[in-house]
């Protein structure tokens, strides 16, 4: 039974259980409205308390049977149902209350939790907003502006912050089933409270309230139709009556239900589940890891080393002499000093986080270490050297990785004897905070190994994809794409700002230029200079002169842009301009005028073909992993479901031929078969893979 009842003297609990997240699915839905009237009609009864069993509360509506036909009955006749009932019922949470979860929760006349429960309403997260009375029921318990904040932004709070904004009435620190029994028992005595949605909601005296929301909404949202729709339905909640709200709360969500950007969203919300789940890893059981050691501490290796710290792993650090420790301590301790200046991280916690971390400029420090990351410099022999030493130290099941960007880490694993123990881990910068790691797996990587990788990279909160060899693995490869095109698209008459408009405006946070001026166009440089002394032809005639002149970004004071000292805000260079100039007429291009939409279709089209040959080579094994490098890794926006997802709902039909009319204008390379056969085959999400 999914939801059943047991009578406890006058108290009734009812407990849901429907694995492994007790979403509300259909036979859920259907068991708490029957329980509702079964206890209504029950004189013995007079509360009831309403309680899930395995990890954690109702998680919210089943989002798999979002897209078919809808079951009733409905989440919000289910809630109205609870909120209708005769008697006292009494939410116990655990785990995560969140979107429907919650709103069964804010039917119920009180929630009780224990100090570990979250709560929230996610659904913006899903492309949608609350469905069943969220938007109206949270704004009559929180005050107004967290009501806002929760179901615009849709971050779950912890139970003390629920307590504090009133959305719990008690947190419980002893057992949980015991504790709520316990505060029924006690509510016997008063009266039924006021339903929630009955209960006044805040009012706004405040000029231009709804308008200042709705600008800071919608510059966060990029795009995204659901922040600002969850407004729209709060401020209903606040000037119209309760059901009229209802009403209205209810239309927005099945249309957003039904719309693309909630299809794209819910994609990419299984692709992340699906992403560490490879038939060959099935059943193989990942080394343990309980201390951690990084070579390197420059940019990289402090990142990761805070990413490491920020898992509760003890990390040791290795510089190759007394200046380079000295600057990794202070890098790593830059990382924490602007998380305290930001109100993140108490200076407590900062300490307690740097006591993790040992300094070391010598490898027998390393004897202990379960996992060692390599993070010197983008040199194979530095980094062979490396390897060399650590052979000879570290502990027999050691795991040993290279963040190497480009390197081929087949040749950087030469020297070792146990090469199985050795993989790639391909962090982002600041690797403490992007969500994406490639783990590549080299010719000798054993399962347990690459298993092992996958389940970092949980613990570290990242979503990680499985990468295979080839210059610049997935993300970076596809991103050389879209930097040449960027580039391309300067000689044929754009200028960087109508560039990054375009891009910006297709929901990226930032352009090409404005994200190569912040990172460095060194970095590109560096692996120009590669590729061409492997006689690979790379054309980049503006950067190259960029590169000549030193304007490396902002941290030079002007790249793409100039830039005034000490501010980031990029100024339109005319330095830039003659040489785009010079660059357009040298190459017999004549500049026009493109408007944003085929900017940011000779952008992104490319890139996919890109992808689609990843594919065809087995360096990406399912288009969902390519979905995520894009959103986790390089800004894609995720309400278009990632790079291939956003292909097929563009069409792919449509795509072969615009490429096709870049490649016979010069400005892209034609479609590859790969593509074109995704194309007949309706699309990405129509392949077979080989995972
Ligand atoms: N519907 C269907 N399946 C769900 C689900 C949901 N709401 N939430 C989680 N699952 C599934 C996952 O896909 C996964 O399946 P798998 O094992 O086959 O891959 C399994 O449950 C376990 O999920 P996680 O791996 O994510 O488990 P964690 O323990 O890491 O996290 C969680 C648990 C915090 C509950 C997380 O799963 C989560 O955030 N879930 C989504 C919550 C959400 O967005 N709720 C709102 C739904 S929309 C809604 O309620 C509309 C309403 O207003 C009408
Ligand atoms: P960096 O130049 O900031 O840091 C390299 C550090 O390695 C320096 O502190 C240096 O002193 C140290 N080092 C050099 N040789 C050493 C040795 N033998 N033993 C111990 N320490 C040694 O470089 P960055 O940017 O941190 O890059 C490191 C690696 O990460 C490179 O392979 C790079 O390609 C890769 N990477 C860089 C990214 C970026 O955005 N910067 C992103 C992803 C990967």
Known sequence: MTVSIETLGEVALVTVDNPPVNALSQAVRAGLSEAVDTLDADPQIRAAVLICVGRTFMAGADVREFGKTPQPPALSDVVNRIEAATKPWIAAIHGTALGGGLEVALGCHYRVAVPSAKVGLPEVTLGIIPGAGGTVRLPRVADLEHAIEMITIGRPIGAETAHAYGILDAVVEGDLKEDTIAFARERLRDALPLPVSKRPVPQVSEEGFWEKHAARIAKHARGQASPLRALEAVRNAVELDAETALAKEREIFVALRDSDQSAALRHVFFAERAAAKLRELEGIVPREIKSAAVIGGGTMGAGIAAALLDADLPVVLV????????????????????????????????????????????????????????????????????????????????????????????????????????????????????????????????????????????????????????????????????????????????????????????????????????????????????????????????????????????????????????????????????????????????????????????????????????????????????????????????????????????????????LEAMAAEGTANAPCPFLKDASAKGGFSNLTTGD
């Open 319 to 658: 510089e190759q002499d007394e200046a380079g420790l000295e600057r990794g301590l202070a890098n790593v301790r830059q990382i924490y000093d602007s998380a305290v200046k930001r109100g993140r991280l108490s200076a407590e916690k900062r300490e307690a986080k740097l006591s993790m971390l040992a300094p070391s400029l010598h490898y027998a420090a390393l004897s202990d270490a379960d996992l060692v990351i390599e993070a010197v410099f983008e040199d194979l022999d530095v980094k062979r050297s490396v390897f060399v030493a650590l052979d000879s130290v570290v502990k027999p099941d050691a795991i040993l990785a290279t963040n190497t960007s480009y390197l081929d880490p087949n040749a950087i694993a030469t020297p070792l004897s146990r090469a199985e123990n050795f993989l790639g881990l391909h962090f982002f910068s600041p690797a403490n905070i992007m969500k994406l790691l490639e783990i590549v797996k080299a010719e000798a990587t054993s399962p347990e190994v690459l298993k092992t990788g996958f389940a970092l990279a949980k613990r570290l909160g990242k979503t990680a994809v499985l990468a295979g060899i080839c210059d610049g693995f997935i993300g970076n490869r596809i991103y050389k794409t879209y930097r040449r095109q960027a580039e391309q698209l300067l000689l044929d008459g754009c200028q960087p700002g109508d560039v990054d408009r375009a891009m910006r405006g297709f929901g990226l946070p930032m352009g090409p230029f404005e994200v190569q001026d912040l990172s460095g166009l060194d970095i590109a440089e560096f692996q120009r200079k590669a590729a061409r002394a492997r006689g690979e032809t790379v054309l980049a005639p503006i950067a190259d002169r960029l590169c000549g002149l030193k304007r490396y970004g902002q941290k030079t004071g002007g790249g793409w842009y100039d830039y005034e000292a000490g501010n980031r805000m990029p100024i339109p260079s005319e330095t830039v301009a003659a040489i785009i100039a010079e660059e357009t007429e040298q190459a017999g291009r004549t500049a026009k005028s493109l408007d944003d939409e085929i900017v940011q279709q000779r952008l992104v089209f490319p890139m996919i073909n890109e992808a689609a040959r990843i594919l065809e080579e087995g360096i990406a094994r399912r288009s969902l992993d390519i979905d995520l490098v894009e959103i986790h890794g390089y800004g894609f926006p995720r309400w278009r479901g990632g790079l291939l997802f956003y292909a097929d709902q563009y069409g792919l039909e449509k795509i072969l031929p615009a």
